[in-house]
């Protein structure tokens, strides 16, 4: 099995293990069965469309980790409420974890998943996410992708390879980088572009833009571009921003 196939999955179950031979840690584990006590109640809809929500968790991340957490967790309530969205968080972390929550149509219950996550040390694995995106949206079509992240420890060109199969399947990525990192800068912006998605550069003092630009990628991702137009014609600047970058 490839190593970019390797990620825990709650979708029928709590995981037993992250790679070959290796245990995820006891906190890991008690994460995800907390997420699926929360989310066996959602009740199973029809869905206009599917959002893959990524997250770098490494320690790197730390310094601005509550207040990311805080951001993402509006992102996801204001998700919910876009109606007939389903959304998916994937995080990784540690020495090779990485793990995937069900599918679910209730944003609370993924907001309350992000405070029970800490980051950890290790090396990115961007590769396994952009692997799972392609994974399911062969399964039922995902409508999008979004990462945030602030550096890339991983073979740039395999990353491309990745990306430009997500491209090929209609599937755009919206990166969001924290910090300057410039290797991460040129990476992410390839990811974006062979995807034919959109990059975001974020500062300390961006936190509103970060939140109105989550929300325009959750009404992308549920009504599709007419949607992001209807959005803008009210004035909303993270839709507007997002169109901008779309082109």
């Given at each position: 099995m490839d190593d970019d196939r390797r990620m825990e999955t709650t979708r029928s179950r709590a995981p037993t293990g992250t790679s070959a031979g290796t245990a995820p840690a006891t906190s890991a584990r008690s994460?995800?069965?907390?997420?699926?006590?929360?989310?066996?109640?959602?009740?199973?809809?029809?869905?206009?469309?599917?959002?893959?929500?990524?997250?770098d968790a490494t320690m790197s991340r730390q310094p601005t980790w509550d207040r990311a957490c805080t951001i993402q967790g509006e992102m996801f309530?204001?998700?919910?409420?876009?109606?007939r969205l389903a959304m998916q968080l994937v995080?990784?972390?540690?020495?090779?974890?990485c793990a995937a929550s069900k599918w679910v149509d209730d944003g609370e219950a993924l907001a309350r998943l992000m405070t029970r996550i800490d980051c950890r040390g290790g090396?990115?694995?961007?590769?396994?996410?952009?692997?799972?995106?392609i994974d399911e949206t062969r399964r039922r079509k995902?409508?999008?992708?979004?990462?945030?992240?602030?550096c890339v420890e991983e073979d740039v060109d395999a990353l491309c390879a990745r990306a430009g199969e997500l491209g090929l399947l209609g599937v755009p990525a919206f990166i969001f980088q924290e910090g300057a990192d410039a290797h991460a800068e040129t990476a992410f912006r390839e990811?974006?572009?062979?995807?034919?998605?959109?990059?975001?550069?974020?500062?300390?003092?961006?936190?509103?833009?970060?939140?109105?630009?989550?929300?325009?990628?959750?009404?992308?991702?549920?009504?599709?571009r007419e949607g992001l137009e209807r959005l803008t014609r009210s004035g909303d600047g993270g839709a507007k921003r997002l169109l901008q970058h779309l082109g």
């Open positions: 994460e995800i069965s907390a997420f699926l006590g929360a989310a066996q109640a959602t009740r199973n809809v029809a869905t206009a469309g599917r959002l893959v929500f990524a997250l309530t204001a998700a919910g409420n876009v109606g995080y990784f972390r540690g020495f090779g974890e090396q990115t694995q961007i590769r396994k996410v952009l692997r799972h995106a995902v409508q999008a992708l979004v990462y945030i992240g602030d990811i974006a572009r062979l995807t034919r998605g959109a990059y975001f550069r974020l500062d300390g003092s961006s936190a509103r833009e970060l939140a109105d630009l989550l929300k325009a990628a959750a009404v992308y991702a549920a009504a599709g």
